[in-house]
C-alpha cells in the first residue's frame, strides 16, 4: 500500500489506516468488546496487508489487545496515534504515562487531544497541549496535534504553529462532520467542569443529551467551509489524517463512493476506519489500492458503525 509522509513530520504512513474506536449504539467500543487475541491477530493482517498507521485512544480500553500485537512486531514498524481528553498538562502526564505502560512502549509516535470542538475549549485545554509540546521535545512524541470535532477546533489549528497534524471528519456526504453548530452534549463538554458534571448525571439524563449520529448532512456551504479550512490547513504543511470516512456506519451501502472520494482528496494524507474482520480489511485495501472491490464483495459485511 502506498506510504506518505504526515504533513512535515517525516512520519510515513500507509494511506489507509485502521481504527480502534468503532462505536457501537450501546456506547462501548466494539473493538474494546473483542477477545484481546483477537484484535491484535486483525491489527497483524492489516500490518501484512500495508496498514501501519494504528489508531486508538486513551478512553477505548484497547491498550491490551494493541500490546498484544505490538509484541509480536518491532515497534519501528508500526506508526501509533493515541488520543487524551484531560483538560490539564498534570492529567495529560499521568495518562500518557499510564498508555506508555499499558503498550509496553517507550513512545508514541503521534498524540492528541481528542474531540476538541471549539476555539475556547482549545484555549482552555492550552495546558493539556503544551504537556504534549513538553513530551515531543523529550523524545517521547514525534508529533503532536487533535482530533476535531467542530469548525471552530478546526479554524484554530490555522493560528497554532506549533501544531504539526489534525484528524479531521470528512465525506462526501457532510453526515457527522464539523460544524460550527454545536447540540447541548457537545457545548457542555466544551468546557471542562461542565464534562465533570455530565459524568455525576444519572444515567437517564445522559441518555437525552448524549449525542447521536447526526443523520441530516451538513449544508452544501458548510462542507465547503470545511474543506477549503482542511485545504488551508494543509497548505501550511501540517498533516491531515480522515476520520468519519463512513459517517459512523450511514454510509455502508455506499461505501465504495465513500472511500474513493476521500482517497481522492490531495490534502488529505491518510484515513482511518475502523475495521471488525479481514474481510474488511480485504475489500477496504481493494478500494484503495485499486480503486475497485473484489467481485464477492458483499455491502451486508460492513459494520452498520463502522467509521
Not at 482542511?230 to 476520520?243: A, E, F, N, T
Not at 470516512?245 to 476506519?273: C, T, W
Amino acid at each position: 500500500m502506498k506510504r506518505v509522509e504526515l504533513g512535515k513530520t517525516g512520519i510515513e504512513v500507509s494511506r489507509l489506516g485502521i481504527g480502534t474506536g468503532t462505536g457501537l449504539p450501546s456506547g462501548h467500543c466494539a473493538q474494546a468488546l473483542m477477545d484481546k487475541k483477537e484484535l491484535a491477530r486483525l491489527l497483524l493482517y492489516a500490518l501484512d496487508r500495508g496498514i501501519n498507521l494504528w489508531d486508538t485512544a486513551f478512553q477505548y480500553n484497547t491498550y491490551p489487545h494493541i500490546k498484544e500485537a505490538l509484541r509480536q512486531v518491532s515497534r519501528k514498524d508500526v506508526v501509533l496515534t493515541t488520543k487524551f481528553s484531560a483538560a490539564n498538562e498534570k492529567e495529560t502526564i499521568r495518562d500518557f504515562n499510564i498508555t506508555l505502560k499499558d503498550l509496553n512502549t517507550d513512545y508514541i509516535d503521534v498524540c492528541l487531544l481528542h474531540g476538541v470542538r471549539t476555539d475556547t475549549e482549545l484555549q482552555m485545554r492550552s495546558g493539556a497541549f503544551n504537556a504534549m509540546v513538553k513530551l515531543k521535545k523529550e523524545g517521547k512524541v514525534r508529533a503532536v496535534g487533535l482530533s476535531s470535532h467542530g469548525l471552530g477546533a478546526l479554524k484554530s489549528i490555522l493560528e497554532m504553529p506549533e501544531i504539526d497534524l489534525v484528524w479531521a471528519r470528512v465525506n462526501y456526504s457532510g453526515l457527522n462532520m464539523d460544524t460550527g453548530c454545536l447540540g447541548m452534549y457537545d457545548q457542555m463538554a466544551s468546557v471542562y467542569w461542565l464534562k465533570k458534571c455530565y459524568k455525576l448525571l444519572p444515567e437517564g439524563v445522559k441518555s437525552l443529551i448524549r449525542p447521536k449520529a447526526n443523520t441530516q448532512p451538513i449544508p452544501e456551504d458548510a462542507h465547503k467551509e470545511v474543506t477549503d479550512t482542511l485545504k488551508h490547513i494543509y497548505s501550511q504543511s501540517k498533516g491531515i489524517v480522515g476520520m468519519k470516512v463512513l459517517a459512523e456506519g450511514m454510509l455502508r451501502e455506499d461505501a465504495e463512493k465513500a472511500i474513493k472520494y476521500v482517497n481522492s482528496l490531495p490534502f488529505v494524507d491518510s484515513f482511518i476506519i475502523g475495521m471488525l474482520n479481514k474481510k474488511e480489511i480485504d475489500e477496504n485495501c481493494s478500494i484503495v489500492n485499486t480503486g475497485i472491490l473484489s467481485k464477492e464483495r458483499n455491502m451486508s459485511m460492513l459494520n452498520p458503525h463502522n467509521a
